[in-house]
């Protein structure tokens, strides 16, 4: 925009408020040379010791070294000439004299900064996330169809499996409350206690979504039935955590609960990817049921379906519930808690 | 004494600022502080018996939405380019800013980190890749920030493609 667009003061008001915000200070060099000649400006802001007529701009400042003389204009945004202060320098070039102007950018900086910590700690979580998928679904799965272990079927084949979702109580409010560090290495912490588990009996993770896992039973080879194993599976997993939080409590780190939804039934195994990547998904009426289970379990608490619970028998001390599931309407289901959070007695 | 420019270049969180920080104050630490921009920092290395002062510029991650601006690289006599080891992605940026660079400033030294080198476990780059990265006819250094693995011999090593061409 040019002077001529805008009436003179309403020009003078921009101008002056810009300037006041960038605190610049200038240079005036020795056409072709880094000779300064003149000086002015908010210097304070950008070194301890004012530049003088006389000196080699480059000996000032160690940013200047290998780009002077100016042989065209040039822009170094954000250089932290100090920590945490940031200051844009232009370079111009002028018929008769060559100029270095520094403006202040800090305030504008440090606010981006923040969105572009996000995102760059979103991209090294969701790369850590994908290694973990990677290192037990991919390698897992690729292992044993390479030993012969297992066979697939690309097109879908038809199998009863036992469906467990898993997930951590409260996580969302305590991402919100902490930093992406501690949030990324708690997840960790928690996913290191529940995998294993769901590997030692036989489950295979099917997806891990955010701070909650869905694991299927009855894929890879195993001896028990695939209802058994998920059950036992479930004990172990809050187990862990249970001794996860003990640790957490004594060194004064919040304790994280979680809930386990197991529901039974027919399946339709599909391969998504292909080659080394291979990884399943499970697609069931009864999957969708063990979503909601696991929604509506309280800390500690095990949900299962009647179809899990007939196969189980009586022995395991679940509880007859009645629940209304959202999308399924009243359901009777069977619940068991186990001890999953330290009081602080 | 000799003064020379370098850039360390790459994708975001691959490594550069704690590379830097390793090699000139003998730091590392674990939190991840996003650079804006770029910060400048020096140390004398001494190839030899030549004593150069490098001047090490420590310049932002180049993602899909921030490239990096071709000023900086502007009397440039060397670079560093990281790649995270264990992201094979980072990679592909790696590529991208050498093809800037040497559209841009011309084929100036440039030796390859690969960086990260500790977390073994994690490791994401394949026979296949590195071969391809291979091709490029530069150096290729598995590095450490948290280590130390092979960070002093890369700076030394640039720094004597940059003299002893
Ligand atoms: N284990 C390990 N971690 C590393 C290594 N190098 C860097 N890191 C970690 O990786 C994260 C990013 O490191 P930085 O040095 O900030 O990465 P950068 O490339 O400067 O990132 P940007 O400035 O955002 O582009 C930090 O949490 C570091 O602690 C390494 O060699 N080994
Ligand atoms: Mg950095």
Redesign the interface.
Known sequence: MTQTDLPLPLYQHIASHTIQQLEPAWLQLEKGSERIIQVGGAWQYYCQQMPQAGQQASDVF??L???LPISES???????LQDGK?TDIFGLCEPHHDWLLFCDVTQN?LN??QY??IS??F??LK?QMK?TLHRYIGHEVSERIAQGEMQLDAAGERKTIATLFVDIRGFTPFNERHDA?MVMQTLNDYMNGMLPAILQHHGMVDKIMGDGVMAVFGVLPSENHCCLDAFHSAKQIIQAIYTLNQHRLSSGLEQLGIGVGIASGEAVLGILGSHERRAFTAIGRHVNLAARLESNARVGEILIDKTVHQTLGQSHAFTAVTLTLKGIGQSDVFSRILPCIHGDD | MI???ICILGA??VGKTSLTAQFVYSKFSE????T?????D?KVVTVDDTSVNL?IWDI??E?KY?KI?N??L????GILTVIDG??AETIQTAYEILERVHRDIGKIPNIFLLNKHDLSD?W?INEQALAELKKYGNPIYTTSAKTGEHVDSSFQKLTKMLIKP
């Not at chain 1, 040039?74 to 932290?80: D, G, I, K, S």
């Not at chain 2, 939190?31 to 996003?34: A, E, G, N, W």
């Not at chain 2, 804006?36 to 400048?40: A, P």
């Open positions: 160690d940013v070294i290998a780009m040039f822009e170094l945004p954000q250089v932290q940031y900086t981006i900064q572009h910590q760059n700690d991209i090294l790369a290694q560090q | 003064q020379k420019k975001a969180g939190k991840y502080l996003s804006m921009g770029v910060k400048i020096k001047m932002h991650g993602d921030k601006t000023s900086y502007r009397g440039s006599a264990t992201r994690a994401d």
